[in-house]
C-alpha cells in the first residue's frame, strides 16, 4: 500500500502543493478491500501453477499411463517370518498382479502377496519382491526385503518339571547363535531348594505341600538372553527297596556239588527266599554256616524249608569239607573245624530251579560278650575276611546281588509318606531297565509293604526303581535304586592243587587231665605228597587254652608243639601255611582237658558223629534228651561226664545204632559232656563231644 501525505490543514485549510488531504473513514474501507481481493487472486494463481506441473510431463501435458504403487516398500524378516505385502494399480480397469522373487526360491510368495522367509538364513542378505500388472506386464515396481540370520535365543530342558521333596532333577540349555553356552542358574524365589553350577537341581527337604517355583537360566556373555522352567514341588514319600544283602558273619549259605561234595558252585541264601539254578555237574544242594572259625558257634541254627522240605542248619555246619576235587580247595571255608555240611537235596539234574526260603533261628559266632545272635544274614558289620588271604576266600565268590539266569530274585518294598507312616493300598509300578527290561505291578498292605521277584533271562546288569500311586496321584518315588547283574556260567579262577598239612597226636588224646601238656607234631606236603621243608606253620589253639606258636619244618616236612590245659573246657587247635604260594589248613581238632583220662583211640571231634543236640545247648531235666547221630555207630558207648567232678561219668551206657534217649529226670543240674565213640559202617572209629545245660 502507497504511503501518504497527511497534510496539516483541516477540511476548511487551503490546499497545500503536493499534499492530499487524509481519506474519509468510508474512503479508507473502500482501499482495504481492493487490497485484500488482489492477495487472494495472487495465492490461487500460484496453486494452480504448481498443481499444473505435479501432473503435467516436461512439456506440460497431463499424463494419463498406468502406475503401481507397492505397500510397504521395504522390510526386514527373520527365518521362517512372514510379510503381507500389497498393490495399488492407477489408471487401470484391473488391480490384480502377478508376485514373483529375485533371487528364485529364497523364500516364498502366494497369490495374495504373503511372502514367507526361507527356514533358515546364513547370513544376511536381501530379496527384491516384483509386483506385475496382469493386464499391461509392462507395468511393475518392486520392494526391497532385508533377510536376517536368527538372533541369539536360549532353550532351557526339560520345559518343566515335577520333583519330590529331597530329590534332583538335571536340567540343561542350549543357547543358538552364541559360540559361548555358559550361562547363570537361579531359582525364583530364592531359597527353594538349590542349583549348582551345572544345571542340577535339588529340591528342598520336606516340602509339606505343593508350590511352584521357576529355575532360570541367563546367558553369561548376553544378561538380557534367558530363558526358565516352571517346577513343580510336590510332598513325596519314599519307596525303599530291599534284596538279598551281602552275608555278614554267620550268614546262611552252600554249595551246589557234586554226590562226593566236591563244590561246583557257591550259593548265598541270607535272610529271605532264593532261588538258585542247579550248574552243570551238580547233584546236590548243601548248606552251612558263614565263618571262620567253627568251634565257638552257638545257638539253635537256622531253620529253611529247601522246595519246601523243611531243613535245620546248626550253628557248626560247615558250608564244605576240605575235598581235594571242585572249588573246595582252591576256596577254603574257616579252618574246617566245623561239622559237615548238611546235604538238603539230593540227585539234582542240571538247570532244575531249586527254591531256598530261611525259617527263622539264629547263630551266635562265639562269645556272647562279642558277638550277639543273627539271622541268616549274618552280621554284616564283622569282616571275616581279615583273618584269611581274601583273593583265595570263598566268601568272594557269594554275591547275593548277583544271580544265575533264569532264576528268580525277591524284592520287598516299603512304601512311607513324608511323615514316615506306611502307605497302604498304593499301587506301585516297578521298572526295570537294563538286560531284562520289564513293568512289574504290586500293590502295599497295610503296612505299606509288598513282596514281589522278578526272573533274568539275560546276562548283564538291570537297574530296578519304583513308583507308587495312590488315587491317582504319585506319593512315593524310590530312594535306592537297586543295580542286579545277572550272570551267566558263574566264571571261577582256575583250580590249583594244593599241599596239606596234617596233624599228629598221640593214642589217648584227646581227652587229657587238667594240667596235661599236649604235644602234636605236623607234617607239611606238597600236592604231589612230597614233604616240604622250610615251612612257616602257625598253630592256634582256641577256646578254654587259646594261644599261637610259630613253627618251622624240618627237612621231612615235620614241625613239633604242644600247649597246657590249664583251664578246664575243649580246647581246639589248627594250623596253616603257605605252601607253594597258596594258604592251606589243617583240620582243626578238640582236646578236652578233664580231671581224668578217658583213653580213646581217635581224635574227639567237637560235635562230631553228633547230629543233635547241637553244642551248648539247654534243656529241662524233667525231659530226656534225644541224642540222633549221623550214621549208624557199632560197639558204641555213651558218657555224660558232668563238668563240675568229671571224674566219674554222670552216665555211662554202650549201644549200637543212630539214635539213643538219655534220661537225666535224676541228675543235678548244671554243664555236662556228652561223648560218644564207636565204630562206624567201614569199621572207622567215630565219635562226637558236645556241651549241654541241664536245669
Not at 532351557?156 to 547363570?184: C, H, M, R, W
Not at 542340577?200 to 522352567?229: C, F, H
Not at 538258585?276 to 545257638?299: C, E, M, R
Not at 548244671?670 to 558236645?690: A, F, K, R
Request: proline fraction near 7%.
Amino acid at each position: 500500500m502507497l504511503a501518504e501525505l497527511v497534510c496539516s490543514g483541516g477540511e476548511n485549510q487551503p490546499a497545500i502543493p503536493g499534499c492530499r488531504r487524509s481519506p474519509t473513514a468510508a474512503s479508507r474501507k473502500a482501499v482495504a478491500l481492493v487490497e485484500l481481493f488482489t492477495w487472494r487472486s495472487a495465492v490461487c494463481t500460484a496453486m494452480l501453477t504448481a498443481i499444473t506441473v505435479a501432473i503435467s510431463g516436461c512439456n506440460g501435458k497431463l499424463i494419463t499411463t498406468a502406475g503401481i504403487q507397492l505397500f510397504p516398500n521395504s522390510a526386514s524378516l527373520y527365518t521362517g517370518q512372514s510379510q503381507q505385502f500389497s498393490a495399488k494399480i492407477y489408471n487401470a480397469a484391473s488391480q490384480s498382479v502377478n508376485w514373483t522373487i529375485q533371487p528364485a526360491g529364497v523364500g516364498t510368495i502366494n497369490d495374495s502377496g504373503l511372502y514367507t522367509a526361507p527356514p533358515s538364513i546364513a547370513a544376511q542378505s536381501s530379496v527384491t519382491i516384483t509386483a506385475t500388472s496382469q493386464a499391461t506386464p509392462s507395468v511393475s515396481n518392486t520392494a526391497v526385503i532385508a533377510l536376517l540370520p536368527p538372533p541369539p535365543s536360549i532353550h532351557i530342558s526339560p520345559t518343566s518339571a515335577t520333583v519330590y521333596s529331597g530329590q534332583t532333577q538335571q536340567f540343561t540349555v542350549t543357547i543358538a547363535g552364541l559360540s559361548n553356552q555358559s550361562v547363570i542358574w537361579n531359582i525364583s524365589p530364592t531359597g527353594a531348594g538349590t542349583i549348582n553350577n551345572a544345571g542340577l537341581y535339588t529340591a528342598p527337604a520336606p516340602v509339606l505341600s505343593q508350590r511352584a517355583i521357576t529355575v532360570v537360566a541367563t546367558s553369561v556373555v548376553e544378561p538380557l538372553l534367558s530363558s526358565d522352567a516352571p517346577v513343580i514341588l510336590d510332598p513325596s514319600g519314599v519307596i525303599t527297596l530291599t534284596t538279598q544283602p551281602v552275608l555278614g558273619l554267620d550268614g546262611l549259605c552252600g554249595a551246589f556239588t557234586d554226590e562226593n561234595g566236591s563244590v561246583i558252585e557257591p550259593i548265598a541264601v541270607g535272610d529271605g527266599y532264593r532261588e538258585f539254578v542247579v550248574p552243570d555237574g551238580a547233584t546236590q544242594i548243601q548248606l552251612g554256616i558263614y565263618d571262620d572259625n567253627y568251634s565257638d558257634n552257638l545257638g539253635n541254627g537256622f531253620q529253611v524249608a529247601v522246595d519246601g522240605v523243611p531243613v535245620t542248619i546248626p550253628p557248626t555246619a560247615m558250608p564244605w569239607n576240605s575235598e581235594s576235587n571242585g572249588l573246595n580247595q582252591s576256596y577254603i571255608f574257616g579252618y574246617q573245624d566245623g561239622t559237615d555240611p548238611v546235604v538238603a537235596l539230593k540227585q539234582l539234574s542240571f538247570g532244575k530251579v531249586i527254591s531256598v526260603q530261611y525259617l527263622g533261628g539264629t547263630s551266635q559266632a562265639g562269645d556272647p560278650a562279642e558277638f550277639a545272635p543273627s539271622d541268616a544274614n549274618g552280621q554284616l558289620d564283622w569282616n571275616m575276611k581279615t583273618s584269611i588271604d581274601p583273593g583265595d576266600y570263598a566268601g568272594n565268590f557269594m554275591s547275593p546281588i548277583a544271580g544265575q539266569t533264569g532264576a528268580a530274585i525277591p524284592i520287598t518294598l516299603s512304601a512311607t509318606d513324608i511323615l514316615g507312616s506306611p502307605i497302604a493300598g498304593a499301587t506301585v509300578d516297578i521298572a526295570i531297565a537294563g538286560a531284562n527290561a520289564q513293568q512289574i505291578v504290586a500293590t502295599t498292605d497295610a503296612t505299606g509293604t509288598a513282596a514281589l521277584s522278578y526272573q533274568g533271562t539275560n546276562p548283564g546288569t538291570d537297574s530296578v526303581s519304583a513308583v507308587a500311586v495312590l488315587d491317582g496321584q504319585m506319593v512315593a518315588t524310590t530312594s535306592n535304586p537297586i543295580t542286579f547283574a545277572w550272570l551267566g556260567a558263574p566264571q571261577y579262577s582256575e583250580h590249583v592243587p594244593r599241599g596239606s598239612l596234617t596233624l599228629n597226636y598221640p593214642i589217648g588224646w584227646p581227652v587229657v587231665p587238667l594240667g596235661y601238656v599236649t604235644e602234636y607234631q605236623l607234617l607239611a606236603q606238597d600236592f604231589a605228597g612230597n614233604p616240604v621243608s622250610d615251612v612257616a606253620v602257625t598253630v592256634q589253639t582256641l577256646g578254654a587254652n587259646p594261644g599261637t606258636a610259630t613253627l618251622t619244618t624240618n627237612t621231612s616236612g615235620l614241625a613239633s608243639g604242644s600247649f597246657a590245659n590249664n583251664n578246664p573246657g575243649v580246647s581246639f587247635i589248627m594250623s596253616y601255611a603257605m605252601i607253594d604260594g597258596f594258604p592251606v589248613f589243617s583240620e582243626g581238632e578238640p582236646v578236652a582237658a578233664l580231671t581224668s583220662v578217658l583213653l580213646l583211640t581217635s581224635p574227639v571231634l567237637l560235635q562230631g558223629a553228633i547230629s543233635t543236640p547241637l553244642n551248648e545247648s539247654v534243656f529241662l531235666r524233667s525231659a530226656p534228651i534225644a541224642l540222633s547221630l549221623r550214621g549208624i555207630l557199632n560197639d558204641a558207648a555213651l558218657y555224660l561226664i558232668p563238668m563240675a567232678d568229671p571224674d566219674v561219668p554222670a552216665i555211662e551206657t554202650a549201644f549200637s545204632g543212630q539214635a539213643q534217649t538219655i534220661d537225666v529226670s535224676q541228675l543235678q543240674a548244671g554243664q555236662y559232656w556228652i561223648l560218644v565213640t564207636g565204630q562206624g559202617s567201614q569199621g572207622e572209629s567215630e565219635n562226637g563231644l558236645v556241651e549241654v545245660n541241664l536245669q
